[in-house]
């Protein structure tokens, strides 16, 4: 996104260019609160356009199927080296596309066809690629979905006693633990024991909280999964792509012949040269500090709306997810995602566990603080978004005249806070 790059774009094709314009004022004018997204670093993001595009490199460092690879070699060794002293683990591979694909590979490397996996619902929170029913993972196995409690003093949070009888009467190769919006700490030691107990292979699907595992706020599962895969865009800021890591020798084998030639061809070498990039950042005093912030912004933000009358998932969170239950205001996500977009607002509907509206319309929200706090926003900021996510719901019972005012009010108060932290400086 330097000077450079767009130059380039701008004289080689302006209608292109255009739209890369109009993407960046976008970005800088609205307030990022879709919890899969970041503001990766303008070297992430030339690193990721750089001269490395152009190779060729299938296989894996000191052993590909291409000449001329002595630099990439290198890219792929640093990046390596990071992400293991980041995890603390002894082997990773980096060369999934994306973390569909990364999970696709453990399927590869450790299920056959219509063997047995318990994973959770995407309706509970879960990720499509855990066994929802259109997904390659619902399709091709047979996908066993636990969820969370629908009552009592622990509702909303996982049902380790279902996921245990789950387990035990269904004999799973498998059980996947990780979600999208599950926004509390998981208990990986619990979900270990039930694995052993039946013997089944523990995969740890971190993708939403990489960043604040390698920032050391919430738990890492690598003590405790066989094999954990994550993508490396959210919360860990870092390039679009994803990974897959283990303490086991013989997994590992299994997952580099998975991935490659098993699933894919050639690795995206500058996407990886942008991983070495982003994971020498997450290696940085700062990095822990931004994820500390992170998740004392989603906490603040989570008060915020309950004081405002609002219901949260699992009343809290421990992460940067804040899941919002629209159902005591009468609204549904749809109808407010699309109000928050109007003023600069970015999130996106989400079903609430046992939701009685459909996958289209839902009854709750997902925030998640990961971006806005990567531009500089601190708990003051998102006292303010809370305020403001409440006042823009609330108008929708006013007349047209207050309801006109409160969207006028928060669209400035917006672009003020936009103006106070610019992102990609360099760019304008
Ligand atoms: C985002 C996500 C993925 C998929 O990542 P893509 O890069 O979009 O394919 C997989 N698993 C979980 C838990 C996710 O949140």
């Keep these: 996104m330097s000077d450079l790059y767009l130059k380039g774009i701008k004289e080689t094709d302006p209608e292109v260019f255009e739209t890369l314009k109009n993407e960046l004022e976008r970005q800088q004018n609205q307030i990022e609160l879709i919890a899969s997204e970041n503001i990766a670093s303008l070297s992430t993001l030339n690193a990721q356009g750089s001269i490395m595009t152009n190779k060729y490199a299938e296989g894996y460092p000191g052993r590909r199927y291409y000449g001329g690879c002595e630099y990439v070699d290198k890219a792929e060794e640093i990046a390596l080296e990071r992400v293991k002293k980041l995890f603390d683990c002894k082997f990773a591979n980096l060369q999934p596309h994306s973390g569909a694909q990364a999970n696709q590979a453990v399927f590869l490397a450790l299920l056959n066809p219509n063997d047995t996996f318990l994973g959770m619902s995407l309706a509970s929170g879960g990720h499509l690629t855990h066994g929802a029913k259109p997904n390659i993972s619902g399709k091709w196995f047979n996908a066993i979905q636990y969820g969370v409690k629908k009552d009592g003093n622990d509702k909303d949070l996982i049902d380790y006693d279902e996921v245990e009888s789950l387990a035990l009467e269904h004999k799973p190769k498998i059980i996947i633990a990780g979600a999208s919006a599950y926004p509390r700490f998981i208990d990986w030691e619990k979900f270990r024991n039930i694995c052993d107990k039946v013997g089944a292979y523990f995969m740890v699907d971190m993708a939403h909280y990489s960043g604040l595992i390698a920032g050391k706020q919430y738990p890492n599962p690598i003590p405790y999964a066989d094999v954990v895969t994550s993508t490396t865009h959210k919360t860990l800021r870092g390039a679009r792509s994803a990974m897959i890591l283990t303490n086991n020798e013989d997994i590992y084998k ?45 906490k603040i933000l989570s008060e915020t709306l309950v004081k405002r009358g609002f219901r949260v998932v699992t009343g809290g969170t421990d992460s940067h997810i804040v899941w919002l239950d629209l159902t005591p205001k009468n609204l549904t996500g749809d109808k407010a995602e699309k109000i928050l977009e109007e003023v600069g607002l970015a999130c996106n509907k989400n079903a609430i566990p046992y939701d009685p509206n459909p996958p289209k319309i839902t009854s709750g929200l997902r925030f998640g603080t990961a971006a806005a706090t990567s531009r500089g926003f601190n708990e003051n900021d998102f006292r303010k978004v809370g305020e403001m996510i409440s006042d823009m719901l609330d108008s929708l019972q006013f007349s047209e005249d207050e309801k006109r005012k409160v969207f006028d009010n928060t669209r400035k108060n917006i672009l003020e806070m936009c103006n106070l932290y610019p992102i990609y400086k360099e760019a304008f």
Excluded: D, W
């Excluded at 699933?263 to 994971?279: D, I, N, R, T, Y």
């Design 254 to 298: 299994k997952i580099n012949s998975a991935v490659f030639p098993g699933l894919q061809g050639g690795p995206l070498m500058h996407v990886m040269a942008a991983k070495a990039v982003s994971f020498g950042e997450a290696l940085k005093p700062e990095f822990k500090e931004y994820s500390k912030n992170v998740i004392l912004n989603a």
